[in-house]
């Protein structure tokens, strides 16, 4: 049974351009979330997608965006990157009131 | 809104002894869940124990187990026999019963503990 997946596991940006981040929940999972996790720093909430819908959203700017694919599946989208949004970026899943399972990551560095 | 503090950024063990990390939260919630997160040089965040608030019994997995004390709002974990696999970060968590629409309450993370274990 395959748990939590995301690719890509690093890449590499510059200020301006946009990144769109994917994650594929562990099998049976209904309910998609997303943290940041700055360098030394504990993870930090972005938004949580269940049924297709965001509905939970944590303090962050409209700059990030997402989306919940039928098959439950993830994307982390963010557009005009800046320099501060360097972090390794966790993406976790879980049903109903559950555990959530976090995946590897993806590391993002804008340059 | 929920805080969780975690006061020892870092903290050293004897490997065969015992370590205690310290998290104390902030919540005006009754019922919640607690949880502690290890997270190694890997970066994969493993569930190392949970705990619900309306459970009075501490809870145990193998050599980790909690001592949470609700009117006091702290939730410790101790690591036995510590190994030097569980030289990681540790991050306590705290979530809601439950969030908006249906979905389950978000993680609220603190800062983590770096935890070295010497051989």
């Known amino acids: 049974d395959a748990g939590v997946t995301q690719s890509p596991t690093h890449l590499i940006k510059t200020r301006g351009q946009q990144v769109t981040l994917r994650c594929s929940p562990k099998s049976g999972h209904d309910t998609v979330s997303w943290y940041q996790q700055a360098l030394g720093q504990g993870p930090q909430f972005i938004f949580q997608y269940y049924e297709e819908e965001e509905r939970q959203r944590g303090n962050f700017p409209d700059r990030f965006s997402g989306h919940q694919f039928p098959n439950y599946s993830s994307e982390l989208n963010v557009n005009a990157l800046l320099l501060g949004d360097s972090a390794l970026y966790l993406c976790?899943?879980?049903?109903?009131?559950?555990?959530?399972?976090f995946g590897p990551g993806t590391r993002l560095t804008v340059l | 809104a929920q805080t969780v503090t975690q006061s020892q950024p870092e903290m050293s063990v004897q490997e065969a002894e015992t370590v205690t990390l310290s998290c104390t939260y902030d919540t005006s919630e009754s019922d919640y869940y607690l949880f502690w997160y290890k997270q190694p040089p890997s970066r994969q965040m493993i569930l190392v124990i949970r705990?619900?608030?309306?459970?009075?019994q501490n809870a145990t997995e193998n050599r980790f187990s909690v001592n949470f004390q609700k009117a006091a709002k702290s939730f410790s974990l101790k690591i036995s026999d510590s190994q030097l696999g569980d030289a990681a970060m540790y991050f306590c968590a705290y979530r809601n019963l439950g969030g908006y629409g249906g979905s389950q309450g978000n993680l609220i993370f603190g800062k983590g503990t770096k935890l070295s274990v010497k051989p």
């Open positions: 976790a899943s879980s049903l109903a009131y559950n555990e959530q399972f």
């Open positions: 705990q619900e608030a309306y459970k009075q």
